[in-house]
């Protein structure tokens, strides 16, 4: 097996999940997660991949999301986020989840990254190298992040 | 001893510190309610983010790894490149027939036609008799027997 294909099967999932959190269950996860391993695969030498691959997926994964997202103005817009939202989820789901990206929007871009990184169980070190957040600052930036997003889904539920 | 901050206790309950300084806090907490409760309302608020971007997660946890397909290299046709490549392939076909033409044109026989006989309409068809004379384009009289065609 290839170095690129380990890095592709280890990695996968984690990019898929976090396109997923960031746009809900959208057929377009697939086509990103795609087009981000192709630029990897194009970029397989750069020594900058080779030293973190993780940190680097992590880090197109969302910067493609979010150009997807400003494609569609769907960051401005909060009524068109419900079209992110599957179908086959109950209303009370959906609420929920609209009021999650809702809290989401009102974050900077890396304290986003950073909440959804944290979710998927990152380690301090790995959230340092994804985000470019000091590694003694994680905690820090961690709490204060996690602090507002608690504020915005409170002020959504109300 | 002075309490911990949010940014400690979140890294605490996050397990990011050395056993040492683990160990530290954990001896504080015992003592401590104010930081008890704040390392309490830290855990429950990270488990309870953590759930929130999990449960999106349900409907898609059965799709499958893709296989991975390394894109082929294309060549990008810019409207320059489709240029160039025009020209020389009329180039080329210019010169391809130009030097077949002079080579055509040493072997090329044109017929004059002149036909000047006389016959009896009377006389049955296969009792007329006629010689035909080929000349090249200088008006010189080829010899049939000694040419090959």
């Known amino acids: 097996m290839s170095n690129f294909e380990k890095i592709y099967t280890r990695h996968y999932n984690t990019c898929r999940r976090v396109a997923t959190k960031l746009l809900g269950t959208s057929n377009v996860v697939s086509d990103i997660i795609q087009e981000v391993f192709i630029s990897l695969y194009e970029r397989r030498k750069d020594a900058v991949i080779i030293k973190q691959p993780a940190a680097w997926l992590y880090r197109a994964t969302y910067y493609k999301c979010i150009d997807f997202l400003k494609q569609q103005n769907r960051f401005s817009e909060l009524a068109v986020l419900s079209e992110a939202i599957d179908e086959s989820q109950s209303f009370e789901q959906q609420e929920v989840y609209s009021n999650l990206l809702r809290a989401l929007n009102t974050l900077k871009d890396n304290e986003r990254l950073l909440a959804v990184l944290y979710s998927e169980g990152l380690s301090y070190k790995e959230l340092a190298d994804a985000t470019g957040i000091h590694p003694n600052s994680i905690g820090k930036t961690l709490s204060r992040t996690l602090r507002k997003l608690e504020k915005e889904l409170k002020k959504g539920i109300q | ?149």
Do not use: W
């Open chain 2, 1 to 149: 001893m002075r309490c911990y901050n949010e940014a400690v206790i979140q890294q605490y309950i996050d397990k990011e510190f050395t056993n040492e300084e683990m160990s530290l806090i954990e001896k504080h907490l015992i003592h401590c309610e104010h930081c008890q409760n704040l390392a309490e309302e830290l855990r429950e608020r990270s488990s309870a983010i953590k759930n929130l971007f999990n449960q999106q997660l349900i409907s898609d946890n059965e799709r499958s790894m893709p296989t991975f397909n390394p894109p082929t290299k294309r060549l990008k046709l810019s409207h320059k490149r489709i240029a160039i490549a025009l020209i020389a392939a009329a180039t080329l076909t210019l010169i391809i027939i130009t030097n077949n033409h002079k080579n055509n044109t040493q072997s090329d026989y044109i017929l004059y036609q002149t036909v000047e006989f006389e016959m009896d309409a009377n006389q049955p068809l296969s009792e007329q008799t006629f010689t035909m004379q080929l000349m090249d384009q200088n008006g010189k009289p080829i010899d049939l027997d000694s040419q090959h065609f």
